[in-house]
C-alpha cells in the first residue's frame, strides 16, 4: 500500500506569507479556523509506513518533519542518530523545491533523486556540496521510465516512480527575459508514484497547460495532487500582490474555459486534490464561494498533514 502525507500545501512562501498583509493571510496569522497556515508543498511516500521518501525538500522542512511523527528519528541499538527517511524525490529546482535539502546536511545517508537539470543546478551551487555525495548519493531521475526507489545503501523501497515533463518554465532565479521561459525536457516534471501491486498516484504540483499526452496520462487515475497555485490568471494582479499573471509563472489557473477543473472535467480521476496554493488563492479560505466551486466538483483542497493512501 502506498501511504502519503502532505508536508506542505502551499505556494511559494506559504500561507500565510511572510511579508503579505492580504486579507486570506491576515485571517490565518490571526488563527481564524476557516483559513488553515500551510507550509510549502512537499510529501513524504511509503510503502511499509517504516521507511519513507520525501518528495520535494521546502525551506520549512525541519518543521515538517517535526509535526510529523512518521517521519520522527527512533532509538535504534546504542545510536543516537536515526531518520526515517531514506530518499528524496524533486520534480524541479526551485528554491521552495530545493532548499529544504540544506536542513539534511547532518550525515544521514539518503538517496537522492532528480532529472538532470535539476541535478545540473544543485552541482553549480557549492552550497549543495554539504550534502556529502559519498553519504548522500545523487542517482539520476529517467524520464518517461519506471523506477523503483532505493535507499543510500541500494535496499528497495517498494516504491516505484515515474517522471514525466509537464508543461512549465526555467526556475525563477534562472530566468534571463521578462518572459516565462521553458526549460529542457525535465526542468519541471510530474510524478507518477506506486507501491508494488497498486494503482498510481500523481503528483504535479507546477503546469503551464494540459497537454494531450498529459490528459491521457491521467485519464481513470486514482489520485492526482494537482498544481493549485491561482484560481484565475490575473489574481495576483488584481490583489496587488505582483505583477505576474499564472501564465508567466508557469501555471495552470483552476477557473476559466482553460483551467483545471474544465480540463479535468471528462477525464474520470477518482480522487483530484489541489496542491501548491499561493496566499492570494480564495480556496484556502473555507467560507468563500471558490471553495464552494471546487468542492462541487469534486476537488480537495491539501491541507498540511493530510493522510492519503493508494
Not at 515538517?64 to 530518499?87: C, F, K, M, N, Y
Not at 535507499?151 to 516505484?160: I, K, M, N, Q, V
Amino acid at each position: 500500500m502506498l501511504k502519503l502525507i502532505v508536508l506542505g500545501a502551499a505556494a511559494g512562501g506559504g500561507f500565510p506569507q511572510w511579508n503579505s498583509a492580504g486579507p486570506g493571510c491576515r485571517r490565518a496569522r490571526a488563527g481564524d479556523p476557516a483559513a488553515r497556515p500551510r507550509t510549502q508543498c512537499a510529501l513524504a511516500a511509503s510503502a511499509d509506513g517504516e521507511r519513507w521518501v520525501l518528495v520535494n525538500a521546502a525551506p520549512e522542512l525541519t518543521a515538517q518533519i517535526a509535526a510529523t511523527p512518521a517521519l520522527h528519528p527512533r532509538p535504534v541499538g546504542s545510536a543516537v542518530r536515526h531518520s526515517p527517511i531514506a530518499a528524496a524525490v524533486l520534480t524541479g529546482a526551485e528554491v521552495d523545491t530545493i532548499a529544504g535539502l540544506l536542513s539534511l546536511r547532518e550525515r544521514h545517508p539518503f538517496a537522492l533523486y532528480a532529472t538532470a537539470p535539476t541535478h545540473a543546478v544543485l552541482a553549480a551551487n557549492p552550497i549543495f556540496g554539504a550534502l556529502n555525495p559519498a553519504i548522500v548519493p545523487r542517482r539520476d531521475l529517467p524520464l518517461e521510465a519506471p523506477l523503483d526507489l532505493r535507499d543510500a545503501g541500494g535496499e528497495p523501497l517498494g516504491l516505484s516512480v515515474e517522471a514525466y515533463p509537464v508543461p512549465s518554465k526555467v526556475p525563477l532565479f534562472q530566468e534571463t527575459r521578462d518572459e516565462a521561459e521553458p526549460g529542457e525536457p525535465g526542468t519541471t516534471i510530474g510524478l507518477a508514484l506506486r507501491a508494488e501491486g497498486r494503482r498510481a498516484v500523481h503528483f504535479i504540483p507546477g503546469c503551464a497547460a494540459m497537454t494531450d499526452d498529459l490528459h491521457a496520462r491521467l485519464r481513470g487515475a486514482e489520485v492526482v495532487l494537482f498544481d493549485g497555485t491561482l484560481w484565475r490568471d490575473d489574481e495576483m494582479i488584481r490583489a496587488g500582490a505582483g505583477p505576474k499573471t499564472g501564465a508567466r509563472m508557469g501555471h495552470m489557473s483552476i477557473s476559466g474555459e482553460d483551467g483545471t477543473l474544465a480540463a479535468f472535467e471528462d477525464l474520470g480521476v477518482r480522487r483530484r486534490i489541489l496542491v501548491h496554493l499561493n496566499n492570494t488563492n480564495p480556496v484556502l479560505l473555507e467560507d468563500s464561494p471558490e471553495r464552494a466551486m471546487v468542492a462541487a466538483a469534486g476537488w480537495e483542497v491539501a491541507e498540511d498533514g493530510m493522510e492519503i493512501t493508494a
